[in-house]
């Protein structure tokens, strides 16, 4: 009897479900043509395709190639941008009670600095005049946001670069892309809806009930069904880890508004607090996404609208926003028994950094290490397990770094994201370590997304280290960081030289400019980059490695009513149709 898996059924479509389904169609099959895997992907033509993330972290452009998608094309049909970094405006004020700004980069120096850590001494001996936060001395990125040019050199082809960067980009239309890949490569499409799961005497999966094509069996099902879990908690049963005890915003409205002047498209994301919350700005090619995520407990739907609007001033005169519930947290179990989910269903954490795609390709990419014959070895699924609530520990912890060391004395929201909100355990230890020493990764560090110079920077930015005195700073001199400096200008300069702006790259990409950018040559049908497109180590933040000076040292599934029966009211949560989260 075979007793390998012949088939594997996705329910819901969305970002979640395509770019799952684009990802084992690839990796399942293009290697196994003699025996390919059945891949099935189930959606309700009657639910909206939700799109989950505008914004996207430095991770993407390898997990598009690696799927060997046209970059080129990529840009022209989903009204892509590049991405350099995240601006975070007004989390913290000044001794005179304004807000202070700095920039997340994508590139960091990362060589040590007379054999220490070069945050010592940046932390000693502080910048040059005008480079007051840390991303100024050691990341290029701040400078090539505020010149608003690209990552590339106009000659330069697919997922080339001079700097490290990501993408923002339609999540509607990147979820319709992958499913006409997913398609063109031999994914099933089945458009209908579900009436009923069966289970059987082990309470495993074992058929869904369509309305309309009748009985599907299941031999593995990845659960995209958005915030409801239709199946990895409705019917399994596996409980929610609520992380709202540590995170307070539960609320988010977002709208769509014009550029007022396209060519100054800045190549950021823009996180600006307000009293209740923050508002995301996405800059895309064709329009900027941009929305406030808030808390309840501390604003209702309509002050926080009137907050919004204020905040967008004329260009949200004419805007609509409608109010989105979020459920910040996790399942407790994101694979239990025959069923793995993947995307909001498994779980979602602060929208902030920009993670929800980072976390549906990185599950997909477990998925694939630890796939399962029928007899489903728990090994695997507790391995799966484990990974996968570290990753969203470790992004769970980092966004909370950023509330818990605000200064803000203006608004009650920030003084109780400071004062009363509870920290997890593994944030009370890793802000009692940075006390006495700097954060730095090292070959016994388990790292995921952020590294050690993304927790500098937030923690340096936000005034966090102020007063301390490192015993570390004794071993290094002044004179090792002058020389760093003088040679990081340079090493910038050199970066940025020939680096056109950020909207001329676009047009050229585009094609609507004379000449044509380059392509690498990967197609639909290519193979080219790394595995799952990681990084050798591990999957991390990539980072600029140099030598200077020191040397080297949903949708949700709808469930259709049975003809004698109304139809059941939904959770709010589920109807999230036209939205985009950033």
């Known amino acids: 009897m075979d007793n390998q898996i012949n088939e594997v059924t996705i329910v819901g479509g969305g970002t979640a479900g395509w770019l799952t389904a684009a990802f084992l169609v690839r990796f399942m099959n293009l290697r196994n043509k003699q025996n390919p895997v059945i891949i099935t992907l189930i959606e309700s033509p009657n639910v909206p395709t939700i799109g989950v993330g505008e914004a996207t972290v430095p991770t993407m452009p390898g997990l598009l190639r690696s799927l060997g998608i046209s970059e080129k094309e990529f840009f022209i049909r989903c009204n892509a941008s590049f991405k350099l970094g995240v601006r975070f405006s007004n989390w913290n004020h000044d001794r005179q009670g304004r807000g202070t700004s700095f920039i997340h980069p994508f590139d960091g120096i990362s060589t040590q600095l007379g054999g220490q850590n070069p945050a010592y001494h940046f932390h000693k001996f502080g910048g040059p005049p005008g480079r007051d936060n840390i991303d100024d001395c050691l990341a290029v990125s701040g400078a090539a946001i505020a010149a608003k040019v690209g990552p590339k050199l106009l000659t330069h082809g697919d997922y080339e670069s001079q700097l490290n960067y990501a993408y923002h980009l339609d999540a509607g239309k990147f979820a319709e892309f992958l499913r006409e890949i997913s ?3 031999g994914v099933n499409h089945v458009l209908d809806d579900v009436e009923e799961i069966e289970q059987d005497e082990r309470g495993y999966i074992s058929a869904l009930k369509l309305q309309r094509q009748g009985r599907h069996p299941v031999e593995l099902v990845i659960d995209c069904t958005g915030f409801k879990g239709v199946i990895i908690n409705q019917v399994l049963g596996v409980p929610f880890r609520d992380y709202s005890k540590y995170l307070l915003n539960n609320r988010a409205m977002a709208v769509q508004i014009p550029h007022r002047d396209v060519s100054k498209i800045e190549p950021c994301t823009n996180s600006t607090a307000l009293g209740a919350g923050w508002v995301w700005r996405v800059p895309l090619y064709n329009r900027i996404g941009t929305g406030y995520v808030f808390s309840s407990n501390f604003r209702s739907d309509d002050e926080a609208r009137d907050e919004f609007l204020a905040h967008l001033g004329d260009d949200g005169k004419k805007a609509e926003p409608r109010v989105i519930p979020v459920r910040i947290g996790r399942m407790e179990r994101a694979w239990e028994k025959n069923c793995i989910a993947i995307g909001l269903s498994a779980g979602f954490i602060e929208p902030l950094e920009s993670t929800a795609i980072y976390m549906i390709e990185n599950f997909v990419k477990l998925l694939l290490i630890n796939f399962p014959d029928k007899s489903f070895p728990p090994i695997l699924s507790q391995r799966f397990n484990e990974k996968t609530e570290k990753m969203m520990q470790s992004i769970r912890d980092f966004i909370i770094l950023h509330y818990c060391t605000n200064n803000r004395e203006d608004s009650e929201y920030w003084r109780v994201a400071r004062e009363e909100m509870e920290l997890p355990e593994s944030v009370e230890n890793l802000l009692e370590e940075y006390r006495h020493t700097l954060p730095v990764n090292t070959d016994f560090d388990g790292v995921y997304l952020f590294n050690y110079f993304s927790y500098n920077t937030i923690l340096f930015s936000k005034g966090y280290l102020g007063g301390i005195r490192y015993p570390a700073e004794r071993f290094i001199v002044r004179e090792d960081w ?78 259709a009513a049975k003809k004698s029966e109304e139809p059941a009211k939904k959770a709010e949560q589920d109807d999230l149709s036209g939205s985009h989260i950033l």
């Open 183 to 185: 398609i063109g490569r």
């Open 482 to 559: 002058d020389q760093r400096i003088a040679d990081f200008l340079k090493y910038e300069q050199k970066k940025l030289a020939g680096l056109p702006n950020h909207y001329q790259l676009l047009r050229k990409i585009r094609g609507e400019d004379d000449a044509q950018v380059p392509q690498s040559g990967i197609s639909f049908g290519g193979f080219g980059g790394p595995a799952f497109g990681a990084p050798p180590g591990g999957i991390q933040m990539p980072q600029a490695t140099v030598q200077l000076g020191g040397g080297p040292m949903k949708p949700s599934i709808r469930f």
